[in-house]
């Protein structure tokens, strides 16, 4: 039987946005989406501020019971000691923290992320009971070369070794040169590689790990084309970065019921 899964909009500030200006956002956005009823549930909304944002936001929300989950941008494999500018997952769970993105492309490329070291951060995250957003996808040489979905197929596989079925994990499949870029995949692409993304949930995890983990789609997503991703039936939901910057925007894209007609 098919699991019903809540689609999840996770917005990855990057580095933008400091802790002030983090406050004003939230609030706005809050405000945005209380008018128009729509955190009712239907929906999670997750934010991804930068580490020095992470106090100010979770005592926000705590303080004005706003329904966003948190998450931080990244995470050390380790879980304490000698590693000068390393953030553990435990300090993060301890900001209540729901989430962590592991693995983005930019950590990748500028940070030189293995496929093996972004495998040990899912670890982490999992140790500490933090959700890992295990992000892949390809580059437009890759594309070229191999297809969309080989390397996110392989870069997936690496990550979920040693991952135990009943862990609670996310998916997002972010072409690397939809990144950023305002050219987003088509909604084929990412249903095909969405899909293709869930047989390795399910080769890894089993069946049911496959059907209640969710797999985003990120990658230049915006009000106007969500609800092209949403239709799809392996999309879950959206990593979005750009246009999670800009309340009326991101405001607009967690909305997109109304833009199907839901
Ligand atoms: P954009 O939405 O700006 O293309 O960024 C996507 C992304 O990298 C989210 O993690």
Known sequence: MAVARVPFIAGNWKMNLDHQQAIAFVQKLHWALKEAKHLDGTVEVGLFPPFTDLRTVQTLLDADKIPFALGAQDLSTKDSGAYTGEISGAFLKRLNCAYVIVGHSERREYHAETDEIVAAKVQAALRHGLVPVICV????????????SAVPVGQLEVALEGVSADADIVVAYEPVWAIGSGQAATPDQAQEVCAKLREVIAGRLGQEAAERSRVLYGGSVKAGNIASFMREPDVDGA?????????????????FQKHVGV
């Open 137 to 148: 996808g390809e580059t437009s040489e890759d594309l070229e070369k191999f297809g969309a």
């Open 239 to 255: 990593l979005v970065g750009g246009a999670s910057l800009v309340v009326d925007e991101f405001a607009a894209i967690i909305r």
